[in-house]
């Protein structure tokens, strides 16, 4: 079946160290949310926090999944995360190649 691109979702998000971005990713993948997760360490992050401008370390995450599987993703990544207000920010791109789109929707598909 052809799918459209508005399906699909990219989540940004950061994760404070690598082996915890890791654990996010495989978790996420696991449970069928993501049908991959790209991270890469090195990121700086400058931001307000309880009044105090604060700087950190980070990984970011990105996490490829479908608008359907978006709601439970937050729901997991409240239970997962360990920030007590982790970022999440879903986008929608413009174009996904139809091949990684079949994929990426087969890949988040309910089982059983």
Not at 30 to 59: D, H, I, M, T
């Amino acid at each position: 079946m052809a799918q459209d691109a508005s399906v699909v979702r990219w989540v940004v998000s950061t994760a404070p160290d690598l082996e915890r971005a890791r654990a996010l990713a495989r978790a996420l993948v696991e449970e069928r949310l993501a049908a991959c997760v790209s991270f890469q360490p090195g990121l700086s992050s400058v931001y307000r926090w309880k009044g105090a401008v604060e700087e950190a370390n980070e990984v970011l995450l990105v996490i490829k999944t479908t608008a359907e599987r978006l709601p439970e993703l937050e729901r997991a990544f409240a239970r997962l995360h360990p920030y007590e207000v982790p970022e999440l920010v879903a986008l929608e791109p413009a174009h996904v190649a139809a091949p990684y789109l079949a994929w990426l929707v087969a890949e988040v598909e309910r089982q059983g």
